[in-house]
């Protein structure tokens, strides 16, 4: 497949795979411009400047980020909540303040390793990663035999909605799969959308691909 976007995707990456999948999603937002994001709405999709920056888009969407910390002021109102509900002593707010920044640094980043984790097992059975969010609302893809046949979003948690993300949009519902269930903490991998694949997505190993792609060399 060496058409326009494939040659230029290779331009910015040698990665030949994601080449073929970033040409496939150019064809897609062609066919289908309702799956475009509000940013490139009305853009002409077969513009080299437009793909280009698609291209970049999508490969700065598979370079996984390592956690930051937010450089907000703390909210006293926190502290005060900690003390006198928690219990947490006043020489321990420092600790408290650091904690909480540390616990939403790593909750903002596990859907990315979520869904890195998920292309590093399926991209060889048809899916693709829509890396970058530059298809509107849906994160996976999927092709048999040629045809796209699935689009999914997926979430950490089964209690984040998204109401447009259920539409149907040419026919084709986008499936929503989530991780993990929030009442009660179970994981939801053998109800990804993909019968033929899905006994290949387990917690424990995107537990371990986690921790391998986190851990300070």
């Known amino acids: ?7 230029l995707y290779l331009g910015i990456s040698e990665n030949a795979k994601d080449a073929i999948s970033f040409s ?15 940013k490139f709405s009305e853009a002409n999709i077969d513009s080299p400047d ?9 490969k700065k969407g598979r370079q996984l980020k390592y956690p930051t910390l937010s450089v907000s002021p703390d909210d006293m109102a926190m ?24 616990a939403m640094a790593a909750e903002n980043i596990i859907g990315a390793y979520l869904e890195a ?4 097992v399926l991209s060889n059975h048809g899916w693709i ?18 045809k796209l046949v699935k ?11 998204n109401s447009s993300s259920q539409s149907v949009r040419d026919g084709t519902k986008i499936e929503k799969w989530f991780r993990m269930f929030s009442k009660t903490g179970k994981t939801n991998w053998g109800n990804f959308p993909d019968k ?13 691909f986690l921790r391998e792609k986190i851990t300070r060399k």
Request: hydrophobic share 35%.
């Open 1 to 7: 497949m060496e058409d326009a976007a494939y040659k």
């Open 129 to 146: 990663w829509c890396s970058g969010s530059i298809v509107n609302k849906v994160d996976f893809i999927k092709f048999e035999k040629g």
């Open 196 to 208: 033929k694949v899905k006994h290949l997505l387990c917690e424990k190993d995107f537990l371990t």
């Open 151 to 161: 689009y999914v979003q997926v979430k950490c948690r089964d209690n984040t909605e």
């Open 50 to 58: 437009i793909q280009e920056k698609l291209a970049s888009t999508f």
């Open 24 to 38: 496939k999603i150019i064809t897609l937002l062609k066919n289908q411009p309702k799956l475009r994001t509000n």
């Open 117 to 120: 984790y998920i292309d590093s």
């Open 79 to 102: 502290s005060i909540i900690a003390e006198c509900w928690f219990s947490v002593p006043k020489s321990d707010m420092v600790n408290f303040f650091n904690y909480h920044k540390q």
